[in-house]
């Protein structure tokens, strides 16, 4: 199949799909006129690819098990784990900050209606 075909079926851009190519993720073969040419494996190879990047990896963590977990699956893929373990860390230090900076916001929230309490209760005096 050629990559209009692919982008159609995944609803992945024609530019995404070369740049998956570009880096190894797929590997089509190239007809005697220089198109692209897919198999049906590279639908479900491109459905792994969106998957791994809506959970936060990056193309390069990808590439590194992509093979593995398109042959095999992730349970036999012991490239995998240390990438998942990685790629939560990562989260939890976001999760984290992101309590840190509530807090503060929380804090800030807080003191600017208490002034705004004590201007208001002097207002009426």
Known sequence: MRIGEL???????????????KLGLLTPLRRDNGYRDYSLLAVEQV???QLYL??????????G??????????????EVL?????KLAEIDAQIHL???????????I?????DRHIRDGRDEA
């Open 7 to 21: 982008a159609a079926l995944t609803g992945v851009s024609v530019r995404s799909l070369r740049y998956y190519d």
């Open 47 to 49: 459905r792994t690819i």
């Open 54 to 63: 809506g959970l936060g990896l990056t193309t390069e963590q990808i590439a």
């Open 65 to 78: 098990f992509l093979t593995c977990v398109v042959k095999n699956n992730e349970a036999f893929c012991n």
């Open 82 to 86: 240390p990438i998942f373990r990685e």
């Open 98 to 108: 992101m309590q840190q900076i509530k807090s503060n916001l929380e804090d800030r």
């Open 110 to 114: 807080a003191s600017i209606l208490a």
